[in-house]
C-alpha cells in the first residue's frame, strides 16, 4: 500500500495514521524496536506492515498485479500501490464521506499532516526530509489526478530503482486498464479495512484482555 492507502486503513487513532504514513521508512526487525522509535509509533509501524502483508496475498490485490505489463511486472506491487491511492482519491466522498470533520479528502490530508507535525515520539530523519515536501505539495490528494500518479511512478523509479527504469512512463497503463484496476480495488478495500480493524483489536485485547473493542 502507498501513503493515503495506509493513512486510510489506520483509522483514527493518530499514532496508527503516523506509523502509516511513516512505515516505509524503518527497515528491519521492530521486536525489540529500532532505537529512536518509540511504543506509539511502533505499534502503527507493525500495523503498517501487517496490512502491506495481507495486501501481497489479497486475490484482488493479485490480479491486479497480473493486468501489469509483462516488462514492468517485477515492479507491479509499487504501481498498484499508487494505482490503489488514485482509487481512494477518487471515490472518497463513497468511501469515507462518514469520518468526522474528515469527509472531504482535503480535510483528511490536513489532519494527517498535523497529526504527522505534532506526534510527541521521534520520527525517522529519512522520513522528516521528505514529509515537508508531501505536506507542502498535499502529495495524498494529488494522487487523485492520474498525472500525478505517473509523476509519482517516475520518480520513484529515477531515485529508488536500479537502471534502466522499469517505472518510467508505468502511469500510462492505469489509463490502459483503468476498469479492471478499478475493480479490484472496490474488492480489496472492505476486506483491507475488516483486516485492519481485526489487528487493532487483537492489539488492544494484548494490552487489557477484559477490553474487546477500541474506545
Known sequence: MNYLAHAFLAGPLSSDRVGGIAGDFVRGPLDPLPAGI?????????????????ADTHPAFQRSRTRVSVQRRRVGGIMVDLFYDHFLAVHWRRLAGNLPGESALESFTANTYRLIATHPEPLPPTFCEVFARMAAQDWLASY???????LALDRIGEYRLRQPNQLKGAGEELLENYAGFEE????FLPDALAFAASVQRERF???DPGRADMD
Open 144 to 150: 487523485r489526478d492520474p498525472a500525478s500518479v505517473a
Open 205 to 207: 485485547r494484548a494490552q
Open 184 to 187: 479490484d480495488f472496490m474488492a
Open 38 to 54: 518509540g511504543p506509539l509509533l511502533g505499534a502503527g509501524l507493525v500495523l503498517h506492515r501487517r496490512i502491506d502483508a495481507y
